[in-house]
């Protein structure tokens, strides 16, 4: 591939990514996703209620499909790190990308470092786990696809009254 058709797809995965970025479609936007520094005086902490802002992404799916696999990119199926294809078939799957979503959007509202700390304490550790290969895609592959030979964990049923309810 030559380097003039590497840019535009560099470009296409930018602009995919623009709509959640401090500034939106700004050009403080693209220096702040090149990692450009913009002037000091453009950092201004965050006081946007998150609860009065809309989320950039409507649903975990979304999340996964349009930010995290173009952000979150690693080389997969190679013995270091797995994943599933079919990732939402996986209940833990599932249930830490919708936290790690909403951690997200809640850490996108401080523009200073809250996706520094949203990767920090969030996406690392939750994909270091999705990754393992003794994860919850432990018998998945991208060339193999989906495999259901993860079972629940075994339980014994808790005797009647044990734990009180609040």
């Known amino acids: 591939m ?5 840019a535009p ?8 990514v623009r709509k959640s970025l401090p500034g ?10 090149t ?6 005086a453009e950092y201004v902490q965050c006081s946007v209620d998150p609860s009065n802002s809309p989320p950039v992404y409507g649903s975990v799916v979304e999340f996964v499909e349009n930010y995290l696999s ?22 833990e799957a599932v249930a830490r990308l919708d936290a790690m979503w909403r951690a997200w959007e ?3 509202m401080d523009s200073r470092t809250g996706l520094s700390v949203w990767f920090l304490d969030h996406a690392d550790p939750h994909m270091s786990i999705l990754f393992d290969p003794d994860g919850p895609f432990q018998f998945c592959s991208t060339a193999s696809g989906h495999s259901d ?9 808790t005797p009647p009254g044990l734990f009180k309810s609040p």
């Open 70 to 91: 173009l952000v979150y990119r690693r080389e997969v199926g190679k013995g270091r790190r797995v994943w599933c294809p079919r990732w939402w078939m996986h209940a």
């Open 2 to 6: 030559t380097p003039e058709h590497a």
């Open 9 to 16: 797809q560099a470009d296409t995965t930018l602009s995919n």
């Open 149 to 157: 030979e993860m079972v629940p964990l075994k339980l014994i049923a």
């Open 35 to 40: 990692r450009a520094e913009p002037p000091a």
């Open 106 to 108: 809640h850490c996108r």
């Open 24 to 33: 939106g479609e700004s050009d403080h936007a693209v220096a702040w996703f």
